[in-house]
């Protein structure tokens, strides 16, 4: 941090209403004396009523003003429809939620940061994660010139200091509640807490966003068309909202639930716990579209450039030209991801029943697997099996082997 700052300088803080950002709101304006300006962006899963509560909190704390922009449309067309498209799992768990949305978030602080003519921007990240990279990759490279003060990083504080500085300064909050650090969005919800932060202990059921409470089995239909999810049930929508549809439809089944394991960008192991049903089923049912009506070749180059590109997200890296390519030859490849995909929710759990597509490449009328074949000779089939084992059979007769 600087050791000195202008009195009353303009600063544009990545706030969110939990622990971390609210004790930076009362310190960075309390205690150092900046003009503090509070900015949420909207990338899914907050009400009206929600937004409104975090903007009175901020206010209260010792924000000047604050601002909640809407960037959900932008999150689904900027990061998250290549999430779909790439059947993108960190180390085959994680939907990438947390990640994806720290990119368009820090991109739309920066941005807002530039718009009011604020000399600094701050977030609430700690020493020890992911998104002190993210936001301060965002921001150097769209914004060299504006100063990152970040307080938790800086000062090393734990959960339990920040909430006996925030109780010292008479701001109430629910405290029971921050045991458990939350982050709610389109692509799916984070759980962290104290079990976390060991590599034995599991979330309580308490700790999740959203409770089991159907348990008869239920049928769903999900529409893709050119990768892109069109319809739930039969019913036309934008992609933004047959998400959130189907979040509604499967949340109560308790899906979607896991712990990650990782790498961390600064090269620690980290666990996060998550809730992402409506992406994992997603992820799952386009996949299995996608083995459909896609070639071996198609599928095989995808699933590299799919796990690059998730990658590259995950450390910060969106805004490289790279990343652009990659979208290009994801998006390519949805031409024929188009049809249905028949889905049963049951608790805990999800099963993938079948598809429908014109572009099915298990086209009866050139042989059914396993049985008789139509489009081909047995001679055909005894040359070609010939030819293919060449290279084998000349390597061991070469070594000997035969």
């Known amino acids: 941090m600087p050791a000195a700052n202008p009195a009353g300088a303009k600063l544009v803080l990545a706030y969110s209403g939990g622990l971390d950002t609210s004790y930076c709101a009362k310190y960075l304006s309390a205690d150092k004396g900046y003009e503090v300006h509070a900015v949420s962006i909207n990338t899914g899963g907050f009400s009206q009523e929600e937004i409104n509560e975090i903007e009175s909190k901020a206010l209260k704390i010792g924000a000047k003003t604050y601002k909640n922009i809407q960037a959900v449309d932008r999150f689904y067309d900027k990061v998250v429809k290549y999430l779909i498209y790439g059947n993108i ?18 991109v739309e602080i920066i941005n807002y940061a530039k718009s009011i003519g604020a000399k600094y921007v701050a977030h609430g990240s700690t020493g020890a994660g992911n998104d002190q990279v993210r936001f301060d990759m965002i921001f150097q490279t769209l914004a060299p010139k504006i100063e990152i003060i970040t307080p938790i990083r800086d000062l090393q504080l734990s959960r339990e200091a920040e909430i006996e500085y925030l109780k010292s300064h008479g701001v109430e909050m629910a405290w029971e509640k921050a045991k458990y650090s939350v982050n709610r969005g389109l692509w799916g919800t984070s ?11 599991g979330l309580p059921e308490s700790a999740y966003p959203s409770q089991v409470q159907k348990s008869e089995a239920e049928q769903v239909t999900l529409t893709f068309e050119k990768g892109e999810l069109k319809a739930v049930n039969g019913k036309t929508s ?4 047959n998400i959130e549809a189907l979040q509604k439809l499967a949340a109560p089944y308790g899906i979607g639930r896991d712990i ?4 961390t960008i600064i090269g620690i192991k980290g666990r996060v716990g998550f809730e992402a049903a409506a992406p994992l089923i997603i992820i799952k049912a386009h996949h299995l579209l996608e083995k459909h009506t896609l070639t071996k070749w198609q599928m095989q180059h995808k699933d590299y450039l799919s796990n690059f590109y998730g990658m590259h997200l995950h450390e910060g890296q969106y805004l490289d030209p790279a990343m652009r390519n990659m979208e290009a030859f994801l998006t390519d490849s949805q031409k024929n991801v188009s049809g249905e995909v028949y889905v049963t929710l049951q608790p805990y759990r999800f ?7 014109k572009h099915d490449l298990m086209n009866a009328s050139f042989g059914a697997y396993g049985e008789m074949n139509k489009g081909w000779t047995a001679e055909d089939a ?3 099996i010939k030819i293919t084992g060449n290279q084998n059979k000349i390597y061991n007769h070469v070594n000997g082997n035969s």
Do not use: W
Not at 90 to 99: A, G, H, I
Not at 191 to 201: A, P
């Open 382 to 384: 005894k040359g070609f």
């Open 351 to 357: 099963t993938l029943e079948g598809i429908q597509s």
């Open 191 to 201: 759980v962290g807490g104290s079990e976390t932060l060991t590599s034995h202990k």
């Open 89 to 106: 799992l960190k180390n085959n768990t994680y939907p990438l939620s947390v990640s994806a949305e720290r990119i368009i978030q820090a």
């Open 238 to 241: 934008t992609p933004v909202e």
């Open 260 to 263: 990650h394991v990782g790498d």
